[in-house]
């Protein structure tokens, strides 16, 4: 699909969270933010049409496997806001979830391919450093934001992945996309500005209340 293509099956995540929060009855967004995230998913549509790269499309295959992003992305936001531990804070959180996380992948290269599965990361020392930087990094701020806005909310962040990913593999892979996906993708960014100033509206809402 190429990675610009992938990311941009990260887009659906919201509309998806959306229609699970509803039916869960958890925390759903006001009118404009529903606006907003129907813009992004008219963008999403604009680029799903395209399936890839220009000049070779994917098969319809892959896209539906590609489609398991979103639904896997959506059942996790809905999940983490239901059975949030009570008394506990994101970082802890963050902290259980890398740890296990980082366990199951362990065991899964080591079963699979054993220790040399980790030789090239020796060249690379400052890359893999970095990667376990930024991942762990990602992890806090992901439950923090997650804490904050709820899950609709949160999902907005596959609009942000869809964009970087589209623009990284443009400038770092050599990727190449039709103008409707860039046009699409613009699109998703206007969805992401609207539903950012809804989340506004309704944080200042709440916090006008009195106790």
Do not use: C
């Amino acid at each position: 699909l190429g990675a610009g293509y992938t990311g941009i099956m990260f887009t659906l995540s919201p509309v998806i969270t959306l229609v699970f929060s509803i039916l869960l009855g958890v925390r759903s967004p006001n009118l404009l933010g529903v606006v907003g995230i129907a813009v992004g998913f008219i963008g999403a549509v604009m680029v799903a049409l395209t399936r890839g790269e220009a000049g070779q499309p994917a098969d319809y295959f892959w896209v539906a496997i590609g489609l398991l992003i979103p639904v896997s992305l959506a059942a996790g936001n809905i999940y983490r806001t239901v059975d949030w531990p009570e008394s506990t804070g994101p970082i802890e959180l963050a902290v259980g979830s890398h740890l296990a996380a980082a366990t199951l992948l362990l065991i899964g290269i080591l079963t699979l391919f054993g220790w040399q599965a980790f030789a090239p990361l020796g060249g690379v020392p400052l890359v893999a450093a970095g990667q376990v930087a930024s991942a762990s990094a990602m992890f806090a701020f992901f439950f923090r934001l997650q804490a904050v806005g709820g899950p609709v909310y949160l999902s907005q962040i596959g609009y942000v992945a869809a964009a970087v990913g589209l623009f990284a593999g443009t400038i770092f892979l050599g990727e190449h996309y039709q103008l409707l996906t860039w046009l699409g993708a613009a699109i998703i960014t206007a969805g992401v500005f609207i539903t950012t100033k809804a989340q506004n509206q309704t944080s200042a809402r709440a916090q006008a209340q009195p106790a």
